[in-house]
């Protein structure tokens, strides 16, 4: 997407085969005025960018899943510009997860506000709060949080993806489109108490 607004783009991507499908998907699309899309193998842990060469930097929805996110947030720190802004969602609670899709999926707490689903995929699942972001991502970046916006808090938070009707998630009840335009947007104005289930905040460098 942005590609198609004109900007030149690298994508981190931890398996070959999907650069090589990143690849020939951008090639298939590409128009005239689109930007181009740089995707390479590389850990966000040590990123293959020089030193404040990062203009732009997102993290959408990944950061949870890497269980060394100290190292994360000091490799954006490091190539972030001076001029440079970063914009992170990640899964949020006010003070601390002690359970994760309990009696759901078999995941297991392994360090505070952290999980692992049990059995073969093995998935990593961290929450942050106000002190974890801070101490993660901001300070490392000698940044401050510009911009600061939860979604997902009661309904689907406690109430949909903690329950067993969380399985209908991508099927028919509740597609992407619809949480974007009318869910979210109407749990931020009616349910300002509840944690948001991810917070999503743009950091800009101190000048």
Partial sequence: MLAKQGVNVVVLELDRQRVRWQQQKSRAIWRHGDGTVYPVVADATALPIRDGAGRRISAIS??????????VGREIGRVLAEDGVAVITI???????????????????????????????????????????????VEPARARVTAWQGFGRGILNGHYHETRRNRYWRRWVLKDWLLACLVYPLEEWLDSTTDPLYVMFRLERLR
Avoid: C
């Avoid at 990944?62 to 996110?69: G, S, Y």
């Avoid at 059995?119 to 974890?132: C, L, P, T």
């Fill in 62 to 71: 990944a950061l949870e899943h890497v269980p060394d996110d100290h190292a």
């Fill in 91 to 137: 899964p949020y609670t006010h003070d601390e997860r002690t359970h994760f899709f309990k009696d759901i999926k078999p995941f297991r707490q392994v360090e505070r506000n952290a999980f692992v689903q049990e059995g073969k995929a093995g998935s990593f699942f961290r929450f942050y709060n106000d002190a974890d972001i801070t101490e993660t991502y």
